[in-house]
């Protein structure tokens, strides 16, 4: 007797999410990542795959407020969540969000490749702590793997977005007096 595994036989289900602001459905297969299911079901290629078992950062997505390894999260865990990724970053489609600006400036890209996840940490990260010290943005990024950078233009680019952001928004608390 043979028993399929197909995926084709497998039901797939529906999952209802809000995905940079937009209501979303994704269908998938049980067992499917958020990860693949963002770049394949969704189109949101922004979203890296770099080892694909949590060790590189470079899925960095925003879930509910929190980031996450979007290769860790299975697809039909996010229902009714809110989920952020690279492709929401941009304000507008004529303006860049002063992360994107300063890693330009700072020359804080290099191949790109970890650039969406590690924009989506700092962006968590200034988020949560607007003002946050050298140390604090180098521990936010410490599971984001750069094999280009050197790190030192990324952490530079961090605080001078957080320095744009409180000079925009001078309402924004930061975490440290
Ligand atoms: S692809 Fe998810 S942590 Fe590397
Ligand atoms: S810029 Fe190439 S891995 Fe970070």
């Given at each position: 007797m043979s028993r399929s595994t197909n995926a084709s036989t497998t039901t797939r289900q529906t999952v209802h999410a809000t995905i940079n602001g937009e209501a979303t459905e994704l269908e998938v297969e049980p067992w499917r990542s958020?990860?693949?299911a963002l770049r394949v079901e969704?189109?949101?290629?922004?979203?890296?795959?770099?080892?694909?078992v949590g060790d590189c950062g470079a899925c960095t997505v925003i879930l509910d407020g929190r980031p996450v390894n979007a290769c860790l999260v299975l697809a039909v865990e996010v229902e009714g969540c809110r989920i952020e990724t690279i492709e929401g970053l941009q304000p507008g489609p004529d303006q860049v969000h002063p992360l994107q600006e300063q890693f330009m400036c700072c020359g804080a890209a290099q191949c790109g490749f970890c650039t969406p996840g590690v924009l989506m940490m700092a962006k968590s990260?200034?988020?949560?702590t607007p003002r946050p010290s050298?140390?604090?943005?180098?521990f936010a990024l410490a599971g984001n793997i750069c094999r280009c950078t050197g790190y030192t233009k990324i952490v530079e680019a961090v605080e001078r977005a957080a320095e744009d952001l409180q000079a925009a928004q001078p309402g924004r608390q930061g975490a440290r007096a």
């Open positions: 958020l990860l693949d969704g189109g949101l290629t922004g979203t890296k795959k770099g080892c694909d990260l200034l988020d949560q050298e140390a604090e943005i180098r």
